[in-house]
């Protein structure tokens, strides 16, 4: 059974960080594209980073360039989001996915529906 886990969201204070990861297991994770997303109240599911299989190449979305590092452990088929800075905008449900590297290149990294299996999420909040 495929699975994807997240964990280490909870409530912080504006500049403050947090570490979120994602164990996965059920499919050969050495070979799967990581990418997490977020979803804020009211608003469309959107990307924060991914994290190639292919080469470790990582991604950012602009809104978290600077703040945000991702980096993947494939002997533990885990991936982390170290969220530094954060900021009440950065307040949604912060969900992991995989999907395979030769889709996400052609059609594109945020592709969503490249994205073939996805955990349940854990909240993240930001307080001002």
């Known amino acids: 059974e495929v699975q994807l886990v997240e964990s280490g969201g909870g409530l912080v204070q504006a500049g403050g960080s947090l570490r979120l990861s994602c164990l996965a297991s059920?499919?050969?994770?050495?070979?799967?594209?990581i990418g997490w997303f977020r979803q804020a109240p009211g608003k469309e599911r959107e990307g924060v980073s991914c994290i190639s299989s292919k080469d470790g190449a990582t991604y950012y979305a602009d809104a978290v360039k600077g703040r945000f590092t991702i980096s993947r452990d494939n002997a533990k088929n885990t991936v982390y989001l170290q969220m530094n800075n954060l900021r009440p905008e950065d307040t949604a449900v912060y969900y992991c996915?995989?999907?395979?590297?030769?889709?996400?290149?052609?059609?594109?990294?945020?592709?969503?529906?490249?994205?073939?299996?996805w955990g349940h999420g854990t909240q993240v909040t930001v307080s001002s």
């Open positions: 996915a995989a999907g395979p590297y030769e889709s996400l290149v052609r059609v594109g990294i945020w592709s969503q529906s490249q994205y073939y299996y």
């Open positions: 059920g499919f050969t994770f050495g070979e799967y594209t």
